[in-house]
């Protein structure tokens, strides 16, 4: 199914994408918001630039646009994967559960925000380029890679998986960031890691067209929480 | 010993001609108060263990027992009274927050104390609602601009989503994982056979209780636990949590001892790891922002659920609760300052916030200034404690209440304050399987029924009273309303006259 998103106007447009089970494909999307939200089982194809929380609550669809995406994509999402073939803004992949989403440019401000993981599902972040600060903020879960493939500095901001208490951040860089919170311990990835992310390092690699030779020609970071209940100190019965 | 010891608050008083030995006490106390002496064949309790909750109180067959405050005191002072002085005895000892739970036990004014009902007398008969009809049922929801007819004059559907309520009262948000499982279900069945609402709160809510689903109002909070599509539409309503009366301003934090297997598959978090609700939601720093948590709500689940934004009661609540209403909301629900938790910081949960009673009055008055009244239906929590307080909020412009300690207290909650420890002796808030089991559900929630029963007997009473015979007359409607000992302001933001006038 065609669909022409500026003419509809975002409410229109998503109520014939939650109308149809086939496959989408949007064109002329200038920013209309909520696009996919909750969808399941299909692939929404979006060129143009989709609105804020692009994919929110997603379940299973696959969501590829061909531009960027703005903030709050795949707020919460359960299952899936989204694809950006640009840059994606703010909070992206807040308190996401499951799925995939796989930015070929940069990221904005807090990435991966309080994901979490629960029995099968993992959730996995990988971005391109670089993230704005507080990349992993309380983080509970899954995987968050950072490529910086297109810059020479360390690609992430500042605080780091701040109030972290579960999952793993990569960073592929030469130079660890500067003030990271106390929260998080970090260390050079060994080959065992690398083994861990390599499948989703090659269909990052196959899904934009870029060489896992670029992709593995710098040394990756970890980053773990120091403990899984950061907070556990600081109370007194009263 | 020594400057760490703090003398307990409460001492246990046992009357050793009446105890029987039995060893009830010692069993029913989680908090190993009590002790059996062998050799003396004796029981001995220690008072410092001791929370009040009157648990062994109940449940000793020779009512050999009671809890008496301790006269024990320190030298007065009207500055420093001994509960301040024992609170720096106990940061000095560990340099740790201190932590309460339940409402603001501290000694601010309670509004609704101060307000008197009206009733008929001569000129304006009053109705015996046990012969007349009395109407308390209320459909909660945005309400239409105007009514539109097409071209033949038929009415245009365009009502948004609303919930029925038998009357203007619903369990307001707790998590499963802060109460047990046995309270939740009293809550659910409860609220299925009243025809009202329950709230899972922000911990997601047990497969065991979808069936309630036409019951139940999902809450989403900043850490999004459990949330789902299935979720989002399994409730009557999804409800938005950016603050709560008992903590405004701050986070939630269930500690990862707490987040047992049960837990672990509502929350959708691992076992043994920490549940943190982190006090902002970080997508939502504008009104505008709020409107696209709002909509996102309404495209995953096709515009059929109402949604609830509820705020704790603050000092610029009406401001607040005005762009709310324009953010395409269904309901407000505002929490005042007296509302429960099962764990605050005790400097926050008795500092900040507001009244519920000035902050509905203020709110309700905004709304209808600025001609936005119908847009959103007005819920309050934060202490509604009796019929009387749900007359008083209706007519003070709410068009339901919430309660909640009520509740647990209908189920047999003592109000030890003592939550956050995770020992409650009557199975309310706490998932240590032994005392869960003590609340038995199939009780719990006839016991909720019986009170609401009650209360909206009571509320019919009220009303009839004022020769109002369905709650939307009274809703809002001051002049059934008077103050007695406010000020001049207090009446003004109360917008009720003083008693007399």
Redesign the interface.
């Known amino acids: 199914m065609y669909l022409l998103a500026h003419q509809l106007g975002f409410r229109a447009l ?1 109520e014939k994408i ?1 109308g149809t089970s086939e496959d989408v494909v949007i064109e002329e999307c200038y920013g209309e ?2 696009i996919g ?2 969808a ?1 089982g299909r692939t929404i194809t979006i060129n143009g630039t989709p609105g ?2 692009l994919g ?2 997603l ?1 299973g669809a696959t969501i590829v646009v061909n531009g960027n995406a703005q ?2 994509v795949g ?2 999402m ?1 299952d899936g994967k989204i694809i950006i073939h640009g840059n994606a803004g ?2 992206l992949g ?2 996401m ?1 499951g799925g995939k989403i796989l930015v070929k440019g940069n990221a904005g401000y ?1 990435t991966g ?2 994901m ?3 029995q099968d ?1 993992k959730p996995v972040i990988v971005v391109g380029g670089y993230v704005g600060s507080f990349l992993g ?2 983080l ?2 899954g995987l968050i890679i950072v490529l910086g493939l297109n810059t020479e500095e360390c690609p992430v901001g500042n605080f780091t998986g701040t ?1 972290m ?2 999952g793993e951040i990569f960073i592929r860089t030469q130079k660890m960031p500067k003030n990271l919170p106390k929260q998080v311990c970090h260390s050079p990835a060994e080959e065992a890691d690398m083994d861990r992310i390599r499948d989703i390092l090659s269909e990052f690699s196959e899904t934009f067209n870029i060489g896992m030779d670029e992709i593995l020609g710098k040394p990756f970071h970890r980053l773990t929480p120091n403990a ?11 | 010993m020594g400057v760490q010891y703090i003398y307990p608050e409460y001492e246990i008083v046992r009357n050793q001609e009446r105890c029987i030995v039995c060893r009830v006490c010692e069993r029913q106390c989680a908090n190993e108060a009590h002790e059996y002496l062998k050799d003396s064949n004796k029981m001995v309790s220690d008072d410092a263990k001791c929370v009040n909750c009157h648990r062994c109180v109940a449940l000793c067959p020779t009512r050999a027992l009671k809890i008496v405050k301790s006269p024990h005191t320190f030298k007065e002072n009207s500055n420093w009274s001994g509960k301040a002085i024992n ?1 720096i005895y ?2 000095a ?8 739970s339940m409402g603001n036990p501290e000694n601010y004014p309670v509004y609704f104390d101060k307000i008197l009902l009206n009733a008929s007398q001569v000129t304006n008969p009053s109705i015996d609602p046990l012969r007349e009809p009395m109407e308390t049922r209320v459909f909660l929801g945005a309400k239409p601009e105007k009514i539109e007819r097409d071209e033949k004059g038929r009415l245009i559907r365009n009502l948004p989503p609303q919930i029925q309520l038998s009357m203007p009262i619903m369990f307001s948000a707790m998590s499963y994982g802060s109460i047990s499982y046995n309270a939740h279900e009293s809550l659910a069945r409860a609220a299925a056979e009243l025809g009202i609402l329950y709230n899972t709160g922000e911990g997601g809510l047990h497969e065991d209780f979808y069936k309630y689903g036409k019951h139940t109002i999902v809450q ?1 909070a ?3 636990f459990g ?3 299935a979720y ?1 539409n399994s409730g009557a309503a999804i409800e938005i949590k950016m603050g709560q009366g008992a903590k405004p301003g701050i986070g939630g ?1 269930l ?2 001892e707490k987040i047992g297997r049960d837990i ?1 598959r509502t929350r ?3 076992e ?3 549940a ?1 609700s ?1 006090a902002p939601h ?2 939502i720093y504008s009104i505008e922002d709020l409107r ?2 709002v ?2 709500l309404k ?4 515009y059929e659920k109402p949604v609830i934004v509820k705020i704790a009661a603050v000092h610029n609540v009406a401001a607040i609760a005005s762009g709310i209403a324009r953010s395409g909301a269904d309901m407000i629900a505002i929490d005042g300052f007296r509302g429960g938790t099962g764990a605050a ?2 400097r926050i949960r008795d500092h900040v916030g507001l009244p519920i009673e000035l902050a509905l009055a203020s709110v309700d008055k905004r709304l209808r200034d600025e001609g936005i009244r119908n847009r959103v239906s007005i819920i309050v929590g934060g202490s509604i404690r009796s019929s009387a307080d749900v007359v008083k909020a209706v007519a003070l412009g709410a068009d339901a209440v919430y309660i909640g300690t009520a509740a647990l207290i209908a189920l047999g909650c003592h109000l030890c304050r003592s939550c ?2 995770g020992k409650c002796n009557w199975g309310i808030a706490t998932q240590r399987e032994d005392l869960v089991k003590r609340l038995n559900p199939n009780i719990g929630y006839k016991r909720l029924v019986n009170l609401l029963t009650a209360w909206q007997h009571e509320i019919k009473e009220m009303m009839g009273g004022m020769g109002i015979n369905s709650i939307e007359a009274l809703k809002g409607n001051r002049l059934m309303l008077r103050g007695v000992g406010l000020n001049e302001k207090e009446l003004e933001i109360l917008g009720i006259k003083h008693a007399g006038e």
């Open positions: 998503n939650r918001r909520f939200a909750g399941t804020n929380a929110a609550y379940d903030d709050a707020d919460t359960n703010d909070a807040y308190a559960r807090r925000i309080h979490k993981e629960y599902k903020e309380y509970a879960g109030g208490h579960g899984k209940n950061p907070y556990k100190q600081l109370y007194t019965n009263n | 609170e106990k940061q000892e560990s340099g740790g927050v201190l932590l309460s989403v900043s850490g999004r949330v789902h599509k989002l934090h500690p990862g672990s959708m978090i691992p043994g790891t920490d943190i982190p970080h997508d696209q948590l909509y996102s495209e995953a689940t096709n910081p005790t956050h420890t």
